[in-house]
């Protein structure tokens, strides 16, 4: 994938850039193109990577469903980093695989519950331009969820849909994590 982005990705320097490489090759077993990407900017990297850790660090919603909104809403977006990020992801966090790779066709699959379906039928009509997000649809997450996990799940939408939206306008694409630890492929996305 290597200079396939929008904007080619520079040499990662300095104390901060070798400890960003060393987390990286640690977590991923690579440094991503976005990091390249991002480091023309390391103050934007540092407070976006600040923030995503801060958004991993709630604790409202349960994880399954937190997982299955941020990959419902990438793959709306069409950010196919973030799914396969959120898939390689996923295993060291102990969620169900075979929920987790069916995320992109979730509308054919049968794995999921009717409260999973909920949560992604929100993300994705989060995720569109303008939002889709219905009333009935709020209502009913927030009868099953609570307020807190309905402010929770909604603002962990927003994030992804930042990052995602900006991975897509970067060409920041797929670098094929899961396949390196052994992951099956993502399901095919519904059309």
Not at 39 to 51: C, K, Q
Request: proline share 6%; glycine share 8%.
């Amino acid at each position: 994938m290597a200079g396939s982005t929008r904007v080619p990705a520079t040499e990662i320097t300095g104390a901060y850039g070798a400890l960003v490489t060393t987390i990286s090759r640690r977590v991923l077993g690579q440094v991503p193109d976005a990091v390249g990407v991002m480091w023309h900017h390391p103050r934007v990297l540092r407070d976006s990577m600040g923030f995503g850790r801060k958004v991993d660090s709630w604790d409202r919603l349960d994880r399954s469903l937190a997982t299955f909104a941020a990959m419902a809403a990438a793959g709306t977006i069409g950010c196919g980093f973030c799914l396969d990020l959120h898939h390689f992801l996923s295993r060291d966090r102990g969620l169900d695989e075979t929920k987790v790779r069916e995320v992109p066709r979730w509308r054919e699959s049968t794995v999921f519950t009717p409260l999973e379906r909920r949560v992604m039928e929100y993300a994705e009509a989060m995720s569109q331009t303008p939002p889709a997000v219905t009333d009935e649809m709020s209502a009913a997450l927030l009868a099953e969820l609570g307020a807190p996990a309905l402010v929770e799940l909604t603002a962990r939408i927003g994030a992804m849909n930042m990052t995602a939206r900006g991975n897509v306008a970067l060409g920041i694409r797929s670098q094929e994590f899961a396949a390196s630890c052994g992951l099956p492929p993502l399901a095919a996305p519904s059309s």
